[in-house]
C-alpha cells in the first residue's frame, strides 16, 4: 500500500490492525516507484482469520493515509 509520506501514517495503519486483534511484525517502506509525497508500505503483521482479511482490507483503504490504485 502506499502511504503518506507525514508522521504518524504507519502508527494509524498499526492501529487499524490491532482492532482486528492483530500485532505488527515488521514494517518495510520504500520510496521507489511511489507517487510523490508518498511511501510503499509492507507490513506484516501477526496471523489473521481468513474470514476478516476483506474486513481488513475495506478498513485499511478507507484509512486517511492510505492510497490505492
Known sequence: MH?????????????IIRQFGERTVSVLSSFGRAPKGYFK???????IERSEINQLTEKLKKGPSALYG
Not at 3 to 15: C, I, M, Q, Y
Not at 41 to 47: N, Q, V
Request: cysteine-free.
Open 3 to 15: 502511504l503518506e509520506d507525514r508522521p504518524g501514517t504507519v502508527k494509524e495503519v498499526s492501529d
Open 41 to 47: 508500505a509492507y507490513i506484516r503483521f501477526h496471523s
